[in-house]
């Protein structure tokens, strides 16, 4: 580590975690790249976190003690207050670095100045070192809009780098949110500037218990206090759809499905109908196992909001019912469920009479000679779309 003014600096706060976060410095220690330095923000730990840091790694971090757990935006931006680097990068005590994460990072931002937000693809695992699923990054430039769809980032704050001079700008973490703060400054930076990534998965993310993505309920407040508060920067565009309605019902929906794996079927009724509340044209992504049960419960919510709702509107509500039964057909499709693939189909087509989705014709009719047959076919149509193409 470079006793002069470094270029990167490395924020890792930590709360209680005597136990792993050696594993977290280690991997800044084994960085190919190594002109940067380490800021450890220990947030009022009781378990001796600060001794165990300071016998095993002396000056080689620098180590902060806040005197008493104040959250762990706070204990970021005391780290970005203590820090020197022209760079700054997150880093979360429980992940882990692969050795050339600031390399090819530090190589991303230096090549363009534009870049307001850098960040990378993850490594999931979970508490035995297991891979879960690669994440691998896809959208940069300019990509505000796009980041109040969904966090970009997809991982910890561990992914991202920054310089230092877009927080004359953004600003600091809003200590005010909780689960989603690191996503609250993506959003401003994203307004700052382009972003960009790193095509290689550089951050090892460890799932377990304690994750803070785990809490759904802080979760989904922040959310929606985000949502509340940046929303109204996006502009509504011509005459089609307003993107601000249809943003908050996909975000509403995909809390509704949280709640549901949760056994919480009540709240992800209300989260479900207040979905079409704000954006009635919307559909709802209906998959995975308990299939049967997520119909009964996504069709019932469909009824009884269009059940109240304008009733000069048949020819949309008939284009919607249509819409998820055919998700729905094709979910019953690849999971081998003929039987309701063929219910799907027809429910389908009853709705969206006398318009026909003639795509689920040949499957429908050669699902009677099994599922083997009907991918025999579907795929030859498939070849032969392509050849006249």
């Known amino acids: 580590m470079s006793s002069q003014k470094p ?95 600031l390399a090819l990072q530090v190589a991303l931002l230096e090549k363009d ?12 695992v979970n508490g035995r070192g297991e891979m879960i699923e690669e994440i691998r990054p896809a959208q940069r430039g300019h990509i505000f809009e796009a980041m109040l769809y969904q966090n970009c980032l997809l991982g910890p704050a561990s992914v991202a780098i920054f310089p230092r001079t877009v927080l004359r700008t953004s600003g600091l973490f809003d200590t005010g949110f909780s689960a989603c703060a690191d996503w609250d400054l993506w959003v401003r930076m994203a307004r700052c500037g382009k972003v960009d990534f790193v095509d290689r998965p550089l951050v090892q993310y460890v799932i377990h218990d304690n994750n803070m993505h785990g809490d759904i309920n802080g979760m989904a407040k922040d959310t929606f206090a985000i949502l509340d508060k940046y929303l109204p920067l996006v502009e509504q565009g011509g005459a089609g759809a307003d993107p601000r309605k249809r943003i908050y019902s996909n975000h509403l929906i995909h809390f509704a499905w949280q709640y549901y794996e949760r056994n919480d079927v009540p709240q992800s009724r209300v989260l479900l109908f207040q979905a079409l509340e704000r954006d009635p044209s919307n559909r709802f992504p209906i998959r995975g196992h308990a299939l049967r049960d997520k119909e009964t419960l996504a069709m019932g919510v469909l009824r009884d909001y269009w059940n109240t709702s304008d009733p000069g509107r048949g020819e949309v509500q008939g284009k919607i019912f249509s819409d998820h039964y055919r998700q729905l057909a094709w979910e019953y499709y690849h999971q081998d469920d003929m039987e309701n693939f063929r219910r799907c189909v027809i429910l389908a087509c009853r709705h969206s009479f006398p318009q026909m989705p003639l795509r689920l014709a040949v499957p429908f009719f050669t699902s009677f000679m099994g599922k083997g047959i009907a991918d025999s076919f579907h795929r030859a149509r498939k070849r032969l779309q392509h050849a006249g193409r």
Request: contains cysteine; charged residues 25%.
């Open 7 to 101: 270029l990167v600096s490395v924020i890792i706060p930590t709360y209680n975690r005597r136990h792993i976060i050696a594993r977290s410095v280690d991997s800044v220690l084994a960085q190919t790249f190594t002109d940067y330095e380490i800021i450890v923000v220990d947030d009022g730990s009781t378990d001796n976190t600060g001794e165990f840091l300071k016998k095993h790694y002396g000056n080689r971090i620098q180590y902060i003690a806040q005197p008493a757990n104040r959250g762990l935006a706070t204990a970021r931006n005391r780290g970005i207050e203590e820090s020197r680097g022209t760079y700054i990068a997150i880093l979360d005590d429980d992940d882990l670095w692969f050795p050339e994460k």
């Open 113 to 124: 100045s534009e870049i307001s937000l850098g960040y990378c693809g993850t490594m999931k």
